[in-house]
């Protein structure tokens, strides 16, 4: 207890930011992986935060880490750790570890911190003998809603058997990368006639698989089709009258790519029926009437 009472007192926090990955800025849609790695130290206790990719896009999921580690006497036993994320990422259930063991979060959390509580004997730290650190893990999944290009502090709390360390926007930050623009364009149709199938084909850029593109015939939704490597989707459309049809084509957007859309007038003529070729008379020879 002596060990955290002095540094509290002292209220003395020696931080520092390894250089190991930190993301560089980036130009929007232009995203980077790149992990983070921040270390303090307070007192005997040393803290290592890691993310393992501080410039991710959204749907990305990222693992934040911390490791606890002695330099001096005595051991510290961890009993709880309280990790601080902003708001818009989703605790992934069933991440949590704490010393390689999957462990449970408290039922009682807040949007920007989840919780865990472990055995008071259960995750010792000594500072010469094994185990000379624990390590608390936890996975999120970055939300739609997170600001882009703006640095989002992360940190933790957490509680020993020496007393509370309480540590405010130690970070590593998380950048969110904005999403890259994207145009989707559908490819002209001519001789389209009533009754008769044609093909419809949009072509999304730039080109990847992931999400789907909407057809539409005016107001009907023709199908929902995915969009493959080649950035296209294709429908089949049989029009059944003839007239001028707005043909919409809405992209949904996917991971680090934001949604388009577009649209185009296809005229659609009558396919009239072909008029019978009369039946010939039977000839009766010369004696017909």
Known sequence: MVDRSMRRAAGSVAAFAVAAGFAVAAMPGMA???SGTVTWNDGNSKFTRTVSNTNPVPGDVVTVST????????????????????????????????GGDQVQLDSITSPDWVRAQFSIVK??????????????????????????????????????????????DKGPAITVSSDAVSTTVLTDV?????????????????????????????????????????????????????GSYTIGANFSGRTGVAASSTTKVV??????TPTPTPT???????FGF
């Open 190 to 242: 001519s001789g389209a006639k009533i009754n008769t199938p044609v093909t419809l084909e949009a072509t999304v850029s730039p080109a990847a698989a992931g999400g789907t593109i909407q057809f539409k015939a005016g107001d009907q939704v023709l199908g929902d089709i995915p969009v493959n490597a080649n950035g296209k989707a294709t429908i089949v459309w049989t029009p059944g009258a003839a």
């Open 32 to 34: 980077s992986a790149a």
């Open 67 to 98: 490791k606890f580690e002695r330099t001096g006497i005595p051991v510290e036993y961890i009993y709880a750790v309280k990790d601080l994320h902003p708001a818009c990422l989703t605790p992934v259930p069933g991440s949590a570890k704490m």
């Open 123 to 168: 995750y010792p730290v000594y500072p010469n003998i094994s185990p000379q650190s624990q390590t608390f893990e936890i996975q999120y999944t970055v939300g739609v809603n997170c600001a882009r290009d703006t640095p989002l502090p992360t940190s933790m709390n957490y509680s020993g058997s020496l007393g509370d360390g309480n540590y405010t």
């Open 280 to 286: 010939p008379k039977p000839s009766t020879g010369s």
């Open 267 to 272: 005229t659609v003529a009558d396919n009239p």
